[in-house]
């Protein structure tokens, strides 16, 4: 008998945590310490003023403290404000009925205001499209791919996690790409689009018998099928390149040349690279996003079985009108609700992990996973930082008399294992996903949401609902180089 090999696990994910005590960050510890030090000198100093300025102390680091479902207080006070505000000045609604001839009467609503599509070529007699941040000065270019099923790779699978992996720390040797988007679109298709497109291609001057059995096997295929887009999103800053472009023009040939490698590392990885999506594409993918009634038309447009594929343009891909609410985001015939990345499995998990979270289901839903890699010198420090921040929970806890806890004694050896990893040639990115659903029918946003939560769980993944940020989450996962987490920091160039 022959001997199975073992089945191969994969982790390796840890929360970043710095220097913080009690769970906090390191800028909330600081902040916690300064108020207990001011209140110690202002005892001293001054006991008087103690008594009112001492219960406006004690209820900042109370609210700093504190934490609700694992988030501290102050982030959902913060956030609660934010939401009044917006929704105070108007910032949470577009209304159609703007005159065409307005400078700005198709841009996109909210935080994708400032994105515009631009078809450039790409040097070797064919034309891409990049979606350029205004704002910022990011642009992004989509690489269309088709994924390899892992149920019959075997040990190929370990192969394109390892190119995957080696691909994701080149990066960090490349300091003009900022993050990768790796976004698996599905959505529910009727078996009459496999049907159409295979009818539809078959030769005329086939042999009689090739074309009956294509055809007995279209009839034999099910009556309901799947529409499955994958797509690897790239954002380039230009004010990292060597040659530091000083035009969109100059950024789309040197964002050009850098992808020629990026697309050929991608081949073994699992997946086939398809093409550079053109700027239809993109065009179409967000159109489809805000109206998800158009799919249908989109698709045949796209494929070239209806013609008027150079009429989709940025100004069809945008919603007529758009409403964001608490927990959803309603928006030409769809209403979308999206979930952010809260924890990521604690324990080993195999190869497959995700596939029930990315299968098909009865609903639209994208899933983005971003991977903002770190430059090599950046990485180094960050990890050591880690480890002397876990060192330091440590000693403090044994000074303190405190009993160490499961989890720091885990979270620990991570720290020095990812060191040593580094140490020996790793990358270090820093990850996130986010999840969006769409329903025709408002009345069955909880049921697609309940399965989404569901095919979550059972991929070992924790997600929370991004209440109060519904379009933010719904434009991380289109083909844009939107990063949540850098909207709120980034300055304009």
């Not at 022959?2 to 906090?24: A, D, F, K």
């Not at 990485?379 to 160490?404: C, I, K, M, Q, W």
């Not at 909880?446 to 434009?475: C, P």
Request: with cysteine; hydrophobic share 45%; net charge positive.
């Amino acid at each position: 008998m022959t001997e199975q090999p073992p089945v191969r696990t994969y982790g390796g994910w840890r929360r970043r945590r710095g220097l913080g005590l009690m769970g906090l960050s390191t800028g909330q510890t600081m902040a916690v310490l300064g108020a207990v030090t001011f209140a110690l000198i202002l005892a001293t100093a001054a006991p008087v003023l103690l008594v009112v300025v001492g219960p406006l102390l004690a209820l900042g680091v109370g609210l700093m403290v504190a934490r609700w479902d694992g988030v501290p207080l102050t982030h959902r006070i913060v956030g609660q404000v934010r939401w009044q505000v917006a929704v105070a000045r108007g910032w949470t609604r577009l209304t159609g009925g703007v005159l065409v001839e307005h400078p700005r009467a198709w841009q996109l609503p909210g935080v994708l205001a400032p994105m515009v599509l631009v078809d450039v070529e790409d040097g070797a007699g064919g034309r891409f499209g990049l979606v350029w941040d205004r704002h910022s000065g990011l642009v992004t270019a989509t690489v269309r791919v088709a994924a390899t099923s892992t149920w019959l790779a075997g040990s190929d699978a370990d192969g394109w996690v390892a190119a995957w992996g080696g691909w994701l720390a080149g990066l960090g040797y490349v300091p003009a790409v900022r993050w990768v988007a790796v976004t698996v679109d599905t959505a529910p298709d009727p078996g009459s689009t496999l049907r159409d497109r295979v009818v539809g291609g078959l030769d005329p001057q086939a042999p009689a018998a090739a074309r009956a059995i294509v055809t007995d096997l279209v009839a034999a295929a099910p009556y309901s099928a799947a529409d499955v887009d994958t797509r690897i999103s790239i954002t380039f800053d230009p004010r990292f390149s060597p040659t530091r472009p000083g035009t969109v023009l100059d950024t789309a040939v040197e964002f050009s040349r850098l992808l020629d490698g990026l697309e050929t590392g991608l081949g073994g990885c699992g997946v086939t690279v398809l093409g550079r999506a053109s700027a239809a594409d993109l065009a179409g993918a967000v159109r489809v996003a805000f109206d998800p009634a158009a799919r249908g038309q989109v698709g045949r447009l796209l494929d070239g079985t209806a013609p008027g594929r150079e009429l989709l343009s940025w100004a069809d891909a945008g919603p007529v009108a758009a409403q964001e609410t608490w927990d959803a985001y309603r928006h030409d015939s769809g209403t979308s609700t999206s979930w952010g990345w809260r924890e990521a499995p604690r324990q080993l998990v195999h190869a497959d992990v995700l596939s029930r979270l990315l299968a098909p289901g009865a609903w639209p839903t994208r899933t983005t996973m971003l991977y903002r890699p770190l430059a090599a010198g950046a990485a180094a420090r960050l990890l050591e930082t880690e480890v002397n921040a876990a060192s330091f929970r440590a000693s403090y806890r044994a000074r303190t008399g405190r009993d160490p806890q499961a989890r720091d004694s885990v979270d620990a050896a991570a720290a020095s294992r990812a060191a040593r990893e580094e140490a020996q040639g790793a990358g270090v990115v820093l990850m996130s996903m986010y999840v969006t659903t769409t329903v025709l029918d408002p009345a069955d946003l909880v049921k697609a949401a309940s399965d989404v939560e569901t095919r979550a769980d059972s991929a070992k993944i924790r997600l929370r609902r991004l209440y109060g940020a519904q379009a933010a989450g719904f434009a991380a996962t289109l083909p844009c180089g939107l990063h949540p987490a850098v909207l709120a920091t980034r300055w304009p160039h």
